[in-house]
């Protein structure tokens, strides 16, 4: 079972998150709601990885599951995304197993409980 639940917001092709140990939004359905994404991480004990500031707030109101990591790059080349995410990723799903919320910025990691 996945245990994380990759948004839509964020790159499907992305050979970091190819494994069965994720799922893409986009292969559920592209037309979800955040509060449909909110329940199927829910009933599947899934961390949401996500953009979208709105699940930040959510999980700030709500014990997990589903827990949340934001990604806060902002704009940048995709190449580059992809080199700073690969190099950080171990230690944000570190935080993601103490924390219902990592925000995770260009430089600095922020574990919220």
């Given amino acids: 079972m996945p245990k994380y639940l990759i948004d839509v917001n964020l790159p499907s092709r ?3 998150w190819a494994s069965d140990e ?8 592209d037309t979800l709601k955040d509060s449909e994404i909110w329940e199927i991480a829910k009933k599947e004990n899934q961390t949401i990885v996500t953009k979208d500031a709105d699940f930040s707030e959510l999980v700030l ?3 997990p599951p589903p827990r949340v ?6 704009n940048m080349k995709i190449n580059d995304f992809h080199q ?3 190099k950080i ?3 944000v799903c570190d935080l993601s197993n103490n924390y219902k919320l990592v925000r995770v910025y ?8």
Avoid: C, M, R, T
């Fill in 22 to 29: 994720y799922q893409h939004v986009i292969n559920i359905s």
């Fill in 84 to 86: 700073l995410l690969n």
């Fill in 69 to 74: 990591i934001h990604i806060k790059f902002g």
């Fill in 61 to 63: 109101l709500n014990d």
């Fill in 106 to 113: 260009k430089d600095k990691l922020e574990g919220i409980d």
């Fill in 14 to 16: 992305f050979a970091l």
């Fill in 89 to 91: 990723w171990p230690e």
